[in-house]
């Protein structure tokens, strides 16, 4: 499963955000989130609990301002700096000072590039964390189904996971913020099936983010039988919001 050495890594090329210097927040040998995704690179959570440890602030401001030096130095192309890496960033008890260090950072060597948060928005309802999340350039925040059934089987969430408190928290964006998808077909749940892409059209009508990133399957997943979908397919799927003029963005 992907593993990243560095806290600051890449940048590499992402389907999704181009030249992307990512940003790890968790555990370098383990993984840390509250989600346990059938479909993570990362694996699952139960194979990362060795590391528990995360680097603090003041690490990642010097690991990300040694980089930022080297890529301006060299000639680098950086489109947006990402934080992603081995599970939820939002989980760093300092992700608030993180965020703030980084945009400062951003200005001074790459003013051009967008600073990217791909988060599971658990924590959006965190008055500390919504404020932060709404200071990035690219909040891309995950809901993979409709329903809480659908969550458990797809995400797999620790504690008490509360649907509809995580779609408050997103209409608290106001539409300023990217929706994330991952398409999918498994055994126990299929996005394309009626209710499900339904329910998930309603939410997306409800909260009209100013852009949707619908996805699919790209590398090795922890459960086995998951299927993706073709780009063919998942333009087909979401149709009906293009034809509403949503702005939908679809990576195969």
């Not at 948060?117 to 999340?133: P, Q």
């Not at 608290?172 to 499900?196: V, W, Y």
């Amino acid at each position: 499963m992907l593993r990243f050495s560095n806290i600051v890594f890449g940048p590499i090329h992402s389907r999704r955000l181009g030249a992307s210097l990512g940003i790890n927040l968790l555990p370098e040998h383990g993984k840390l989130c509250n989600f346990d995704c059938i479909y993570c690179e990362c694996g699952w959570n139960r194979d990362g609990r060795g590391d528990r440890t995360m680097p603090s602030a003041e690490e990642v401001a010097a690991a990300l301002e040694s980089r930022l030096k080297e890529c301006a130095a060299q000639g680098i192309r950086i489109d947006s700096i990402t934080f992603s890496g081995h599970g939820e960033p939002t989980l760093h008890p300092e992700f608030p000072e993180i965020i703030s260090t980084t945009t400062g950072l951003r200005d001074r060597f790459y003013p051009q590039a967008k600073v990217s948060v791909l988060s599971n928005a658990t924590m959006a309802g965190k008055k500390e964390i919504s404020d932060a999340l709404k200071r990035v350039d690219n909040p891309i925040l995950k809901l993979d189904a409709s329903t809480l059934s659908g969550v458990k089987m797809v995400n797999r969430p620790s504690g008490n996971y509360d649907i509809g408190a995580v779609i408050s928290a997103l209409a608290g964006f106001e539409g300023d913020f990217i929706l994330q998808t991952m398409f999918l077909k498994a055994p126990f749940f299929d996005t394309s099936e009626q209710s499900n892409l339904s329910g998930w059209m309603d939410i997306v009508r409800r909260l009209k983010p100013r852009e949707i990133m619908v996805y699919t399957l790209d590398r090795e997943t922890p459960e086995k039988d998951l299927e993706k979908f073709t780009v063919a397919e998942m333009a087909a799927l979401v149709k009906p919001l293009v034809d509403e003029g949503f702005n939908v963005q679809i990576r195969g």
